[in-house]
């Protein structure tokens, strides 16, 4: 009788202190509209109501998606991208599914950082080193004009592109390795950024300006650890933004994740408020959207846990946190992301100020430029 009382008893308690989903604490938001805040990357040249992909868009509402062409976990290739075929398979199907018109991104700076690669049939492109070697505008418009088109093609409505960056340091293993600046020249890039814009805004695509505040003057790979610029950067790294706000509408910026001790001490860009508030929207008035880089980088992720990245980045000013899930792979990354949001919103953590701020200018971009691209593939 004693031990089935202790039973009962241990039972009781556990049923206290075990705390059902719908009573942890709720805030404003719902999770479809904390959805927003996200961009994911998946696995798949299709999708149906069984994906993973098509269940999160059901559940949370995502923003958008980040496309590959390659698996670096894997080592393989034909990840989302095989064809100009399949990708508007693929492209339809995202918007069919979808609440809300979703961000479909790639990163499609030309030459090796590329998705719709030639081998896949798509045309040809150059590395903005080439074409700001050349110096020629016509060469510049010719290559943005093919690429864009190609958007238009397949479905595509977000390029992770031009590079703004600096070419400052020849030696840079990320940028100038993989020929990704236009020039060392800051008036030279803005001239052939400019070009790029003008060309991707005529068919309507957003194009996203990285990697503020600077990544050329850097010495790593943000791929493999966070590049420590304190002793590198340079004030005419901002030169292309200054510029480049002041004389057209830039819808979107992309930070990345250097570390500059003369900015901030403690946070990396991605993560600074002093970066993204401080200095991209109160000196230099930008209005637009922020787009984390990838949250996933190893840069990241060896030094903060996913709760710190979530509610730092969001308050640091971030609009969008992007998981390619590509570097490394998590089926449940949207889930414990806007959990770790509702958890922090509620707490205090995360200011609502902040995540108000962010919904209302995602909200803006998509009806402005997002949603008719995703019109155009519901027919």
């Not at 400019?194 to 990285?210: M, P, R």
């Amino acid at each position: 009788m004693y031990r089935l009382a202790v039973f009962v008893l241990l039972l009781t308690m556990l049923a206290c202190s075990a705390k059902p989903v719908e009573d942890l604490p709720k805030t404003k938001y719902t999770n479809q509209e904390l959805g927003q805040l996200l961009v994911i990357g998946f696995r798949g040249t299709e999708i149906n109501s069984e994906s993973k992909i098509v269940q999160d868009f059901k559940e949370y509402n995502l923003g958008g998606v980040i496309l590959f062409d390659y698996d670096i976990e894997s080592d393989t290739y034909g990840r989302n991208i095989t064809d100009a075929n399949q990708l508007l398979r693929l492209s339809s199907a995202l918007v069919a599914n979808s609440q809300t018109p979703p961000i479909i991104s790639i990163d499609q700076e030309g030459g090796q950082v590329s998705r719709l690669k030639e081998q896949y049939g798509f045309p040809l492109t150059r590395t903005a080193d080439y074409l700001g070697n050349i110096d020629n505008e016509d060469s510049t418009r010719h290559y943005a004009r093919s690429m864009a088109q190609e958007f238009m093609v397949v479905g595509v409505n977000t390029n992770f592109a031009p590079v703004v960056d600096v070419n400052l340091n020849p030696d840079n293993p990320v940028i100038a390795g993989y020929g990704r600046s236009f020039s060392s020249d800051p008036d030279k890039v803005v001239e052939h950024v400019g070009y790029v814009l003008d060309e991707f805004d005529k068919e309507g695509i957003l194009s996203v300006l990285k990697h503020f505040p600077g990544h050329g003057s850097s010495t790593e790979n943000s791929h493999l650890g966070a590049p420590d610029v304190t002793d590198t950067w340079d004030s005419s790294e901002l030169i292309p933004y200054k510029r480049l706000f002041s004389e057209r509408k830039i819808n979107a910026v992309m930070t990345t994740h250097i570390y500059n001790a003369n900015i901030d001490s403690v946070w990396p860009a991605a993560l600074s408020e002093n970066t993204i508030q401080g200095l991209l929207r109160d000196s230099l008035g930008f209005k637009g959207v922020v787009f984390s880089g990838d949250m996933q980088m190893e840069a990241i992720r060896s030094d903060y846990d996913l709760e710190t990245i979530v509610e730092q980045a969001l308050n640091a000013g971030v609009d969008i946190l992007i998981f390619g899930n590509n570097s490394m792979y998590e089926d449940d990354i949207a889930e414990r992301a806007i959990t770790i949001m509702q958890k922090g919103i509620a707490e205090g953590r995360i200011s609502e100020e902040r995540v108000d701020s962010a919904l209302a200018r995602v909200g803006r971009l998509k009806k402005e430029v997002i949603e008719d691209l995703c019109t155009c593939l519901t027919f």
